[in-house]
């Protein structure tokens, strides 16, 4: 084996197992969400987590992958379709020759290409089933799934990073705050507006009646799993095995969710009067999400100030979705729209080349802003267009009577734990 | 005979019993029991918003025993399940008619 072949195979060996890492994300999401809504939705959440990533994977190979990566205009990808086309991976820049060049910049097998970015696509998808839980139908969660995997998100994706015209100028998203969790965010935002409130969450006075979460350890569990993953999210977006860079990325990355972490912890303990556990998890996601756009890009020290901004901004943002009556029962919104947002400016703000704090100028905080923007008005729009039309057709919401006695019997004629006897209620 | 029926704080379980198997009862039935008493329970807070929670843990003894021990057993109870704060729980004493053991059909006292 020459020296280029074994540089190939560690860096696919790099890049499957950092794409395993995300994918084992799914159980971290599975655990939180369930755990932060009640008892008798479950088995319904749960189905949603894993089956979710079974569509993301036939989506995104029939035409997501394509219309992401695939050659194409600087708006949408037109080449690729079931991964099909010319692709001589793994030469790279110039000695490229294929229909996915967005992605030559990487050595590996177009395989390794793409397992690593379906397990991204799938993450985008897995944010909305918490936001939606406890009221969203199964079958139109599922339907809105495909759509979202095969068209929204790689459309915002190749903007960003498949050749698109938000990447030709200049916009930087390393790992994918704005194209993998702000896609998703916003996703969530408009099922969450139409869809409504859960019964009984807003008073007709206005005031929150909170429905607690059912296993603070699941949630618990979840979100070290998904602290876990993100070593794969973040360094494994290098999509090869370049040492300095890994490391630097891993560590900036944790340096993010722990400032996160504690901040959120303070400002829950300070504002709210208590640590409330939710909060620190969320504080520490929201650190992770926030660090995924700069993390290639910023120094440690800046890693640990965005990690304390985005725990604030999650605090904030829970008690203000709440205040709009928007119910999100996992601040999935706050974590990943809010931070991903958040996150994206950050690259602007605090990038070493070209940040503004950093003297580079004001030019590149108002591409990142751009960018958030134009991602955020295609993604809201064309998923309201899939809400509303899965609202005409299959119906989005379950029936109220439903609701109130759980969507586990409801949608899948079965309960979570049918060997205990208590409820909500006593 | 008569029934006392303790309901107490859950972590206080262990102390009742031990006070109780000192006094001479020779068994026990014990149920995990919400309620509320004269404070209608108490606020939690989930996520930043307050709400009450109206029904609290507590535990249900239930003993029945001969009449000379109900003085005895009562103060059992007092001793070991009384913190001083709102919250300690209830004793009830009531009269029963007629105990019978399933396995040998005996009645009465002897069958306790």
Redesign the interface.
């Known amino acids: 084996m020459d020296l280029m072949e074994a540089k190939v195979a560690l860096d696919t060996l790099w890049v499957v197992l950092a794409a395993c890492l995300v994918f084992f994300m799914n159980a971290g999401f599975a655990m939180l969400e369930t755990g932060l809504c009640q008892a008798k939705n479950a088995v319904n959440i749960l189905a949603k987590n894993f089956i979710v990533f079974a569509v993301s994977s036939l989506a995104f190979w029939t035409i997501g992958f394509g219309l992401m990566f695939g050659d194409g205009t600087p708006f949408v990808g037109l080449s690729g379709w079931f991964l099909g086309g010319a692709d001589n991976s793994p030469a790279m820049g110039d000695a490229y020759q294929g229909v996915f060049s967005s992605l030559s910049w990487t050595g590996v097998p177009l395989a390794a290409k793409f397992f690593f970015q379906l397990v991204f696509a799938g993450t985008a998808a897995t944010i909305v089933s918490g936001a939606v839980a406890e009221r969203v139908k199964f079958l139109s969660f599922i339907m809105f799934s495909f759509v979202l995997v095969a068209i929204v998100y790689p459309i915002g994706g190749h903007w960003a990073w498949g050749g698109g015209w938000l990447g030709s100028a200049g916009f930087r998203d390393f790992a994918g705050s704005t194209v993998v969790h702000s896609i998703g965010g916003w996703a969530a935002l408009t099922g969450v507006i139409i869809l409504g409130p859960r019964i009984g969450k807003y008073t007709a006075a206005g005031k ?3 429905i ?2 059912h296993n603070m350890g699941f949630a618990t569990l979840g979100t070290l799993i998904l602290w876990l993953g993100w070593f794969g999210f973040n360094p494994g977006s290098t999509m090869a095995a370049d040492a300095g860079l890994i490391a630097t990325v891993a560590l900036n990355t944790n340096m993010a969710a722990a400032a996160g972490c504690l901040s959120a912890a303070a400002v ?1 303990w300070i ?4 640590p ?1 556990l ?2 620190i998890l969320n504080g520490t996601l929201a650190g992770l999400v926030a660090i995924t756009a700069p993390c290639a890009f910023v120094t440690t020290g800046s890693s640990v100030i965005i990690g304390l901004i985005a725990g604030v901004l999650v ?1 904030v943002a ?2 203000f979705f ?1 205040r709009m009556k928007l119910d999100d029962p996992v ?1 999935a919104l706050s974590v990943h729209l809010v931070n991903g947002a958040f996150g994206t400016l950050a690259v602007g703000l605090f990038a070493t080349e070209g940040g503004l704090f950093m003297g580079g100028g004001i030019a590149s905080t108002l591409t990142q802003i751009e960018g958030i923007l134009a991602v955020g008005v295609f993604t809201a729009a064309a998923s309201a267009v899939v809400w509303y039309a899965l609202k005409a057709t299959v119906g989005i919401r379950v029936s109220a009577e439903e609701e109130r006695e759980g969507l586990d019997t409801g949608e899948h004629g079965m309960e979570a734990y049918p060997g205990f006897t208590s409820r909500a209620g ?1 | 005979m008569k029934k006392v029926e303790a309901i107490v704080r859950p972590h206080l379980l262990e102390a009742v019993k031990t006070a109780l198997q000192e006094v001479g009862i020779v068994g026990m039935t014990v149920t995990e029991v ?1 309620g509320f008493g004269r404070q209608k329970g108490h606020t ?8 009450e929670v109206h ?1 609290l843990p507590k535990i249900k003894i239930e003993v029945v025993l001969g009449d000379e021990l109900v003085d005895q057993a009562v103060d059992a109870v007092l001793k070991t399940a009384n913190t001083g704060k709102f919250g300690d729980g209830k004793v009830f004493v009531s009269a029963v008619e007629d105990v019978v053991r399933i396995r040998t059909g005996e009645r009465g006292e002897s069958a306790l």
Do not use: H
């Open positions: 929150v009646q909170p607690p979460g829950a504002v709210l009067g208590k409330d939710s909060m605090v829970v008690l709440d601040g006593i | 919400k939690e807070t989930y996520r930043g918003s307050e709400y029904f």
